[in-house]
């Protein structure tokens, strides 16, 4: 059964996880979210992209949640020994996946193509595609100015309340090479328990995706990120509460409005009403086992 | 007493210490080789730069010869996993430096400009000059072809011959900021115990340079690599046979004509004759001691 997934960082990369455990080797495409990409000391980051590597090759940092197991910090903190930028966490073992990232892209691969070969390398039957290799950049609108993703999130810890989210370069940008040809062939559509508005929002930003969502003849289930109507990790809560008015799953379904068919909730959040079917069941993926079972109920929704 | 000295990497450093063991902090400049220039998974690193800035910094590794004391290999072992190219080696503590560096070059400083703020971040008195900001890269002419100076020293272990060397880059190239002004107020001038082909050449291919050593109104001293007609490292001996005929002190001076009054030898290698003066003493850089003796040799032979 091919499925596409629509999936930001370290929640969406366990989801994929759980939905390439349920499936056949190579039935799962994920689109993954660049607009938290950013530069640090000259080297191109890519960190949902990253997550989602790193969490289907097993090569995650489960506990703290991002970044990559036993990894170590000697560079970063010799390069801010000689003035370099240090508010960006980077490990050893995670430099090397920037070093030969950042000098393919700038000998003129595509962030596809080198994505597909780090898949590759990894062992991954699995296809990783930015939702678009143009520059896509979010950018969130607070009380306290406007700013970019990572600067807002990692170096302001992302306290600043979020008035608007604006995706810098959304207009023209144009899906990454495979992903209308994989939402086309798709016999299921899922959009991982990410940030509606940060993670799948700049997914949605790139017009022809969201137009293929919209134009689908199978369908399309989310995850809920709220279990209780809280965050399980992050500012999704807050976000929604601040621009949507709560954190039922009304709010979320308003956010993928047109989009998706069913929403799959936390029975903590359950009952509820909403425009679309709303599927109740345990969605904290503790485990990977647990991560399985909620993908089990999405693809289970998604067939009804 | 203000001095100048030309060096290569690890014994031109090595010297470079006791030079500035001897002489009053800041009193120091040392003209450092940019010929084996080289970028590796898109980093600027300039080897013979860091060599000296290491070894003044006391952060080398003494006893390897190369990189820093300490240093570990995570992040290049995973840039090899990813597809990187891993012929170079590159510590992460060195890399830290590299990141930072190649960093500062892609967004506008010189080399010149980030080689003086590095040693500022290391404490450093001494100055540390490129011989030039310009792209200069000595290339290798062997029996099996010709090769950049890496390839042939690193990747193919310098096993060629050597038939004639060439620096890329030399016409037109102007010395660094700081060079020529340095070489004119100085009281003397040295030129490290460094292979004369491929470590004090490409700075003597810098034809102001040459000409500013030329012209000189003090006197200029050289340090022989040389210990029994041999090298102490590298392949400086072997170049010397097949491209000057031999390895006596004669030999390596004819690498200087016209620019040095003196030339240090090793007692291994007196008596012996030459057209300028020679100076025997011990020149085994075993310690930090045993540099800067050699180094009060030296700037005595240059005070004469």
Redesign the interface.
């Known amino acids: 059964m091919k499925v596409v997934l629509l999936s930001g960082g370290v929640g969406g990369a366990r989801f994929a996880r759980g939905v390439q455990d349920v499936l056949e080797p190579g039935d799962l495409t994920v689109v993954g979210n660049v607009g938290d990409d950013v530069e640090v000391?000259?080297?191109y980051i890519s960190p949902d992209l990253d997550s989602i590597l790193y969490t289907l090759a097993d090569l995650a940092d489960e506990e703290r949640g991002w970044g990559r197991e036993g990894d170590?910090w000697?560079?970063?903190?010799?390069?801010?020994?000689?003035?370099?930028e240090n508010w960006f966490s980077l490990g050893?073992?995670?430099?090397?996946?920037h070093?030969?990232?950042?000098?393919a892209l700038?000998?003129g691969s595509s962030l596809s193509e080198v994505t597909g070969?780090?898949a590759e390398?990894a062992g991954i039957r699995t296809r990783i595609l930015p939702a678009t290799d143009d520059r896509l950049r979010t950018h969130l609108e607070t009380p306290a100015g406007s700013f970019p993703f990572q600067e807002w999130f990692v170096a302001r810890g992302h306290r600043d309340e979020v008035d608007a989210v604006r995706f810098e370069g959304a207009e023209g940008a144009t899906p990454g090479p495979g992903v209308l040809d994989a939402l086309g062939a798709a016999e299921a559509i899922l959009i991982a328990p990410s940030n509606p508005y940060v993670s799948i929002g700049p997914i949605l930003a790139v017009e022809a995706i969201r137009g293929a969502l919209d134009a689908r003849r199978v369908r399309s289930v989310a995850v809920s990120p709220l279990v209780g109507g809280k965050a399980v990790r992050g500012p999704a809560d807050r976000m929604l509460s601040r621009m949507a008015g709560g954190t039922t799953p009304r709010h979320v379904t308003d956010r993928y409005k047109g989009l998706i068919d069913a929403l799959v909730i936390d029975e903590a959040d359950a009952p509820a009403t909403a425009p679309v079917e709303l599927v109740a069941t345990h969605t904290l993926m503790h485990d990977r086992d647990a991560a399985r079972r909620l993908a089990e109920v999405a693809l289970e929704a998604a067939c009804a």
Chains 1, 2 share one sequence.
């Open positions: 000391l000259g080297l170590s000697v560079t970063l903190a010799s390069a801010a020994a000689w003035g370099g050893d073992l995670d430099l090397g996946l070093l030969v990232r950042t000098n700038r000998t070969r780090m390398h």
